[in-house]
């Protein structure tokens, strides 16, 4: 047992961690650590940077476009961008569709859709929830009604991510009505240009508007588009979101933020409440040391070679209390402050000072990162993978 | 970075596993236990070579934990060994030479004194002292939770001499020395110790007067980590046997094992252990670090994540198994006490917590 990172490793870390401090515009920065949320040309921006210098997509097989990093390498990369405070880019295109496309797609379809990907020529959005398929996402009803030439899509997405920048939208549909749920669902490449899309804002509860609605209305989808066999879409489904799972605990992320709950701590210090504030955060602390070993623990068996299994939902499960938990206690330790609330299209004007504006801001994330236990498969989900895979109930 | 245990932790792992499955200890001190743990080496698992020990690391020393935990065993192995031998390091040659070989062979058992009631969980101030009177020393105070000194020939006591801490090791028997022994929670003994007018002499001074500080934090830090090991095989087991009574117990006619509510409080349970486990080995790792504050940052985050995934997991456990989570009958009671031992034993969580929150990373 060795627990230290390599020399390499280490290297590879303040590389990493350069490459940061010299190319992560400030303003970028800035929006990141105050938790202003990014618009389209911010993402595209950080995208492009990292895009030239080919760390878009380390992931992938090197013939694509990856950088043949292990996963260790990875795992620091995606850390020390978390620390440095630089955008996430939407994973949707490069590290859930691209891995599909790779192990699934046609070589046409790699051909054209993974270098604009990487180019950031098509941003992609996630067509999976609907109304009344959630957690039973089986449960779909967007049909594609089948066609020699492709299909005619009528239905409905929701909590679609950032679709009012989306060129482009994977999706499940319903392409047999007479089969049992899973089996009878096609996974589609949909150009979200066509005629008959409708995008609907949904604002959340923290005034954000970072999901949508999207509607279908007989819009018709070329053969070409289907991604793996017709009717075998959930294989599709299943395999996309089992990938890449390894650092959905964002150490770094909860790292970051922790920093800027212990300075706050300090900023708005009362003696009755900071001993109890601290005991709290030292617990929090404590767990997310914990929970960045638990993590490497796993990054270190993927790099063996070993199975991976259902344990990424631990990750999953803990990452997000923990980033919760240290938002909450930001909110605690701002106490009266933690009134002021900015709706997200005052952002930048308005009559509040920067100390009621930080505060604004972390309550607005606090309100936002309510969802972290939800999506992504909600955590209750993830609690029942773990109880069937691991524990074998 | 590498997680997984070597050849010899394996092989450790493996033989103790055996022979608790074998024996199934009842807690507390065993002679033929300790006497089998002589022979397997673990009594001088990290006693130098040199003396018939075996060399081994704190990361050897998690591995045997772990294990023992499982056994919920109680042997005092963590006072009696690794604490132990740790502060008889402190020793000059001639010392550690005698007295290492003697622990590791298992020919005299050694009781760690260091820890007074009035401290708490801490081991300053302290306030048993050692008065020079000739070329010997003269000990009073008292001393708490001197864990198996009912059996111990000898106990290595720490005092107070001229502002600096100080470590001497008796035969238990000396006079002045005045036991109260007790059962512990965990079916084992511990004792209360009161030193009036103790007469040591200058062979009883163990190393130099007044600079046994660290090497009684080091001890204790070592000790700490093993806690923190062993409450991992204590959760482990705990919950393996929440999971298969769930298979098993039938009500409203399906194992309770079926239901969602259940199933999600034991998959907390996996998750609560596995975080321990994750700094356990943290800690164990850290003293790779020659740095007093890297290692303490380490053992006392371990400590305090084992003792609050400890509770969690004994009280869920007991509360899974019904109405026979309640009985002594079962194997779970042991583990659920021994698991109460470790968390008030040196150091708790709150004390643990407030520790690691004072040492900047």
């Known amino acids: ?393 | 970075m590498n997680f997984a245990f070597n050849e010899t932790q394996r092989m450790l792992s493996e033989s103790i596993a055996r022979y608790l499955a074998r024996e199934k200890p009842r807690g507390g001190f065993q002679q033929d236990q300790w006497k089998h743990f002589a022979d397997m080496g673990l009594l001088g698992l990290t006693v130098s070579e040199d003396f018939g020990g075996m060399g081994g690391s704190p990361i050897d020393v998690a591995a045997v934990m772990e294990q023992l935990g499982r056994g919920a065993g109680c042997a005092p192995y963590v006072f009696g060994g690794v604490m132990a031998s740790a502060l008889l390091e402190f020793g000059n040659e001639t010392q550690r030479h005698r007295w290492l070989s003697a622990l590791a062979t298992g020919e005299e058992l050694f009781a760690c004194a260091m820890h007074e009631n009035k401290a708490r969980h801490d081991l300053l101030p302290m306030t048993t002292s050692a008065e020079g009177q000739g070329p010997g020393f003269v000990l009073n105070g008292t001393k708490s939770n001197v864990w198996h000194a009912e059996h111990a020939s000898k106990v290595i006591i720490a005092a107070q001499h001229q502002g600096g801490l100080t470590l001497f090791v008796l035969p238990t028997s000396t006079p002045g020395l005045q036991w109260h022994h007790f059962p512990t929670v965990d079916g084992g003994s511990a004792s209360e110790l009161r030193l009036e007018g103790v007469q040591a002499g200058p062979e009883h001074l163990l190393g130099k007067a007044g600079q046994a500080h660290d090497a009684i934090r080091l001890a204790e830090r070592r000790a700490t980590a093993a806690l923190a090991a062993e409450s991992v095989g204590l959760m482990a087991v705990m919950h393996e046997s929440t999971v298969d009574y769930s298979r098993q117990r039938q009500q409203f006619g399906q194992a309770i094992g079926g239901f969602q509510a259940l199933q999600h409080r034991m998959v907390d349970m996996l998750i609560e252990l596995e975080q321990a486990r994750s700094l356990a080995w943290y800690a164990a790792a850290s003293f790779d670090s020659h740095d007093d504050r890297v290692q303490q940052r380490a053992v006392s985050a371990a400590k305090a994540r084992a003792g609050r995934a400890g509770r969690l997991v004994a009280h869920e456990a007991i509360q899974l198994h019904g109405g026979m989570g309640m009985t002594e009958e079962l194997a779970l009671a042991r583990y659920v006490r021994r698991q109460l031992a470790i968390e008030q034993s040196l150091g708790d969580t709150a004390f643990h917590t407030a520790c690691f929150s004072q040492i900047d990373p």
């Open chain 1, 1 to 393: 047992m060795d627990l230290n990172f390599s020399p390499t490793e280490e290297a590879f870390r303040i590389e990493i961690r350069r490459f940061a401090q010299d190319e992560l515009p400030a303003h970028l920065q800035a929006k990141v650590r105050s938790h202003i949320p990014l618009n389209r040309d911010d993402y595209l921006q950080w995208h492009q940077i990292l895009a030239a210098k080919g760390w878009l997509a380390p992931a992938w097989p090197v013939e694509h476009g990856g950088c043949g990093w292990s996963p260790v390498q990875i795992h620091i990369f995606e850390e020390e961008l978390d620390l440095a405070g630089a955008p996430r880019i939407p994973a949707f295109g490069p590290k859930m569709l691209a891995p599909l496309l790779i192990a699934f797609g046609t070589p046409e379809q790699k051909a054209f859709y993974l270098p604009r990907i990487l180019s950031g020529e098509d941003w992609w959005c996630q067509g999976y929830s609907e109304p009344g398929a959630g957690s039973d996402l089986a449960n779909l009803k967007t049909r594609a009604e089948v066609h020699e030439d492709g299909f005619m899509v009528n239905g409905q997405k929701t909590w679609t991510t950032l679709a009012q920048h989306a060129n482009k939208m994977f999706c499940l549909v319903r392409t047999d009505g007479c089969a049992v749920k899973q089996k009878g669902i096609s996974f589609l490449l949909i150009d979200m240009d066509l005629p008959g899309i409708t995008v609907r804002p949904i604002i959340t509860l923290d005034g954000e508007h970072e999901v949508n609605e999207v509607f279908f209305e007989n819009v018709f989808v070329p053969r070409k588009n289907l991604v793996g066999e017709l009717h075998e879409g959930w294989a599709c489904a299943k395999y996309l979101l089992g990938h890449e799972r390894l650092h959905i605990a964002q150490i770094g992320r909860s790292k970051r933020e922790l920093k800027l709950l212990k300075r706050i701590v300090c900023d708005h210090s009362h003696a009755l409440h900071t001993a109890r504030l601290k005991e709290r955060i030292a617990e929090v602390e404590i767990d997310l040391l914990a929970l960045e070993y638990t993590n490497l623990r796993l990054v270190s068996e993927a790099q063996a070679g070993g199975e991976i299994g259902a344990q990424p939902s631990i990750l999953k499960i803990k990452g997000s209390e923990l980033a919760q938990a240290i938002s909450e206690l930001m909110v605690e330790a701002l106490g009266p402050r933690s009134l002021s609330f900015l709706h997200t299209h005052i952002d930048g004007d308005g009559p509040l000072d920067t100390e009621l504006r930080e505060a604004a801001s972390i309550v607005r994330q606090y309100l936002n990162w309510r969802k972290i236990s939800i999506f992504g498969g909600s955590n209750e989900i993830q609690k029942n993978i773990l109880s069937k895979a691991v524990l074998k109930l």
